[in-house]
């Protein structure tokens, strides 16, 4: 016996101008990463920030530095991390691109120098003259060092989505 079977497709489009957000980006390694250095950047812009305004005083060159640094890859690391939390198809393609390795490594080598030159100052503030905020300033310095760690790892992982390993 023969059969007689009919198939019938049907193709939907559908638009919608509503923003979705990619929440399981920040479930993976390259989201959290980034999460991380926007916060470490927010508390290191806002501690050196503030004792810049409290103080009214002189600005070391080291610490305009660090806080150019600090500024400059805090913006950049939040348009990286917004663009992939709002558009599923950035988050893919992004990152097999050379622009993630080369921004990352490019942060680290920045943000790691400028760290280093800031805890340098800040320990000729100690031998020198002791201020009141040599803390927060040694604090802001030392997670600038661990963010520029974070900048390594965010390259290596860039590196490898861009090798496609």
Known sequence: MSHTVTVTRTTTTTTTSAIIINTGYLKSWPGLLKFA?????????????????RYGKY???????????????????????????ISISTASIISKTI??????????????????????????????YYTSDYEAYFAAAVIGLVNSVLYLLSTIFALRSYRGL
């Open 99 to 128: 622009y993630e390795v080369v921004y990352h490594g490019c942060a680290f080598i920045l943000v790691l120098a400028a760290s280093l030159t800031f805890v340098i100052e800040i320990n000729h503030w100690k031998r020198n």
């Open 59 to 85: 600005v070391n060159t080291p610490e305009i530095f660090f806080l150019l640094m600090a500024v400059t890859f805090l913006i950049g690391t939040f348009l990286l991390l917004t663009s992939c939390l």
């Open 37 to 53: 250095q926007l916060i470490l950047g927010i508390v290191t812009v806002g501690i050196v920030g503030y004792y810049i305004h």
